[in-house]
């Protein structure tokens, strides 16, 4: 059944709508960041829009019959590690303010989306090892331009523990490698053509 529904053609369509308007959305929150970036740091600065958009293209190619495997790899890892990022920070600003409101409430569950379609069309995805280890490099080197040269996203009063936050972001990122070589790349995973 799950299968069928996510083969669907409009069902894909849709979510294909979905993920581009949010993909516009996430660089339009990011703007006021922007602006303040150093031209050098601006692919890496926008995290959660820039994984929808690879995940926007990687469904784009499925829809067209084609398999463009580092787009799905690294459309797996960042969806995965962004979506579940996204929705600690969100929840420690509700432990940290006593108070999330209704947009933080609205991309805790956009981004558990994310990491979710992430894992469920993992099974289409064709990914090498090569796919997985450039993938993990960007990942990687992401978290050096984030919390090395201090390009974070920007979220409430969280700065205060920007060194706890890196470090759990390090392992998330170890563990976004790792869930996208269980599901994209290992010898006996689950494949849907």
């Known amino acids: 059944m799950l299968y069928f529904l996510l083969l669907n053609r409009f069902f894909m369509w ?9 993909t516009i959305y996430g660089y339009v929150w990011y703007m006021p960041q922007l602006k303040q970036t150093p031209a050098l740091f601006l692919p890496f600065v926008p995290d959660s829009p820039t994984a929808s958009l690879f995940f ?7 829809l067209m019959g084609r398999s463009w495997g580092f787009i799905q790899a690294i459309a797996v890892m960042t969806l995965f590690k962004y979506g579940i990022w996204a929705v600690v920070m969100n929840l420690l600003t509700l432990i940290v303010t006593g108070h999330l409101s ?31 280890v450039i993938a993990s490099l960007w990942t990687v080197h992401n978290e050096i331009i ?48």
């Open 102 to 132: 209704w947009l933080g409430w609205m991309l805790v569950a956009s981004h558990l989306g994310m990491a979710l379609q992430g894992v469920l069309y993992a099974p289409f995805f064709e990914v090498k090892v090569s796919h997985l």
């Open 146 to 193: 984030d919390y090395v040269f201090m390009q974070y996203p920007v979220y409430s009063q969280l700065h205060l523990y920007i060194q706890e936050i890196g470090y759990f972001t390090f392992w998330l990122s170890v563990g976004s490698i790792f869930v996208t070589w269980y599901l994209c790349v290992r010898r006996n995973r689950t494949i849907w053509r």
């Open 14 to 22: 849709v979510l294909f709508f979905v993920n581009f308007v949010g």
């Open 56 to 62: 926007t293209i990687a469904l784009f190619g499925l």
